[in-house]
């Protein structure tokens, strides 16, 4: 194993949740404002991951007082205390870039009540029902 491999395995989180494109997720990250620190919750749709292993990044999208907000999440940073999914989603895209143009209830997302059909992240669990 060459060295930056081993770095970024001692440095990455445990366990990071199994979400994927298009659920509603609250991410929990610590702000620091002075000399204080406390938990915010951002909480929106997924419209894409990037990445692999520690540099794993979540785009997040929520409206905020009728303004689209997007946040770039690192998984696997120190900062990121916890990410709760709320809802899974069905979508048939890798990306949901489309969503930023959309207003309203064409935003919805249909919930997925079954199971995945594919493993919706990369981390390294493999489907028993196979």
């Given amino acids: 194993m060459n060295i ?4 970024e395995v001692e440095n990455m ?19 620091k404002e002075g000399d ?4 915010q919750v951002f909480g929106g749709i997924v419209i894409a991951i990037s990445g692999r292993g520690i540099r794993r990044v979540a785009k997040i999208r929520r409206i905020v007082s009728g303004e ?4 770039i999440f690192p998984l696997h940073s120190p900062r990121i205390a916890e990410v709760k999914v709320r809802e ?3 979508v048939r895209r890798a ?3 489309y969503i930023r143009e959309l207003e309203g209830k064409a935003m919805r997302i249909k919930p997925n009540m079954g199971k ?3 493993p919706r992240s990369t981390s390294g669990k493999k489907d028993a029902s196979k």
């Fill in 36 to 39: 204080k620190e406390r938990i």
């Fill in 95 to 97: 990306k949901l870039f």
């Fill in 13 to 31: 989180k445990p366990a990071v949740p199994d979400f994927g494109i298009g659920d509603r997720v609250d991410v929990h990250y610590l702000i």
């Fill in 116 to 118: 995945p059909r594919f």
């Fill in 4 to 7: 930056l491999r081993q770095i």
């Fill in 88 to 90: 899974k989603g069905k």
């Fill in 68 to 71: 689209g907000v997007e946040r």
